[in-house]
Structures are given as C-alpha cells and as structure tokens.
C-alpha cells in the first residue's frame, strides 16, 4: 500500500475510535464514616488510606471524635452513617430502645495485647490495686467497657467498689492528670498510652481487661436498624472494606504504623513501638459475651443483654 493510505486508513480509525461514546465510571456510594482517634478503632483510617473503601465502591468521609460515645449519638442522630464502639456501649444504647445493630468487628483483646493499661504516678501514694480506694480513677468514657473492665479488677483484687470515684477523662490528657495528682490513676489506651509513660512520670499498674476474659472483642462497628434495612448493599460494601482493613493492618505493622500515626498526630516511633492490636475477622458470639455479663453485673448496663441481639442477621 502506498504511505498515503496507510495514513488515511490510519486517521480513520482513530475518529471512528474518538466517536465512540466513552463508558461512564460507576459513581462511589457516599458515607459518612465516624471512629476515634486510637489503635483500637483505627480501622477506618486504614481503609480510607490503604484503598479498601474506594476499592469497595465507596466514598468516605472518615469523621474523628473524641469518644465512642460522642459516635453513638452521631449516628442516632443521623450525621454519620457508620461508627464505631465498644459492645457493652451498644447493648447500653440498645437497652434503652436505641435501635443500634453490629455489623462488623473491630479489635481484639488477648493475653499479649491490653486496650489499655491502669497508670499511676511512679513516686505516688499508690502501690497496689488496693491503694486506690478513696481516690479518684479516669476513664475515657463512663458505662462502657472500660468502666466494666475496671470493676471487675477492683472487685478481684478487693476493693471496695463504693470507695473508688470514676471520672471521665481526655485520653491524651490522662497521663498529665496522673503525673499532676489531679487523678490517681487512669485507664489509658494506645498510642497515648506509649506517649504518657515516655513523657510522663507514669509505671503501669496493671491491664484490668484480663479481668474479663483472656480473650474478647473490644470494637465493633454499628449502624441503626433502619439504615441497615434500606441500605443493605452499602453494609455489605462497607463490612468488606472494613474487614479487609484490619486483615491487611495485622500483617502490615509498619505500613499501618505510618497512618495511624498521621491520624492520631502521634510519633512514628512511638506508633512502631506499640503493642499494636490484632483486628477480628468475623463477629463471634462467644467473643461479646462475656464482656456483656461483666457489664450487667455492675450495673453497666440496666439490663441483661445476649450478644445475638447486638449483631445484625
């Protein structure tokens, strides 16, 4: 052939080609997504990041609040779509007619790695669990785990339960609160956890979660009844990419580590030198349980609550 129609058959193609309609991208389903700012309810921050979100068909808007108990209203209240919190959180929302439903797992508590650690002052009056009666104890969030973690602990090591104070607190101001004497102890969770016993004049007086069981779920992600039966397709979507997150997350610490340090504004060193906690790939009845009893039998919780009425079908 000559060159000149090589070119034009070459020209040809290319506007037959340019003439074709171009096929539309699907359009991300929007959310609104709430966690908090700690390695225990990080896995939003993972999937956001890492690309599970988007990967899944969906774009997040990942919203950070200071408790899981500020999320809770959030979403009752409609401004979010998704958060995160404790078990016993939810089944206390629940029992007051909240219509809150689990939808996926968060972290886990084990014997190697602690929600959090109980710290005092390294030269104060306290020694023992015991030296705590008459004094005043944080926590990040009043009738949540934590509350029912603690007393448990004070129950086994023989405190009288009437004689402790719990008081809610800031978790990144916790560690100054103790060195200060402003509290006697608190119950801190990671990273503020490493930051306040490098910065401040802190020792660990124990993990009171062992209380509960050797092994349990501390975080599950929810949303409302009616959300979850008008949107099923974006729970499912949403689970995925949340799941997926915290499996990568296990086996990527010190990728994780760069983003977790990013959204909790904390040092990358300290992050890589955490205990860092493992993510939970299914929802196990027989790992909510056990904290849901230790909840009611404090009072937690007004009333007994199963772990199968939490989790959506």
Known sequence: ??????????????????????????????????????????????????????????????????????????????????????????ANALARGVPFVVIAPGSLATPRVAPGLVCVAKNGPVHAVKDLEGRIVALPTLKTLTEAALDQWFAQNGVDLAKIRTVEAIIAEMGVAVERGTVAAACINEPALSVALKTANLRSLGNPFLAIAPQFLVSCWFTTTTFAQKSPELVKKFQTAIVEAGR??????????????????????????MSRCPYADQLRVAEIQPELDVALKYGVIPKAIAASELIAP
């Open 1 to 90: 052939m000559r060159r000149s129609d090589i070119l034009a058959g070459s020209f040809a193609l290319i506007a037959a080609a340019s003439a074709r309609p171009l096929r539309a991208q699907p359009a991300l389903a929007n959310l609104r997504v709430g966690t908090t700012a700690n390695d225990t309810y990080a896995q939003a921050y993972y999937a956001q990041d890492a690309g599970f979100f988007q990967k899944a068909g969906l774009s997040v808007e990942v919203q950070t609040l200071n408790t899981g108990t500020a999320a809770s209203a959030a979403v009752a209240a409609g401004s979010l779509d998704f958060a995160v919190s404790t078990p016993v959180g939810l």
């Open 248 to 273: 990568w997350a296990n086996g990527h610490h010190d990728d994780s580590a760069v983003i977790l340090a990013k959204y909790t504004k904390t040092d990358l060193a300290v992050v890589r030198g």
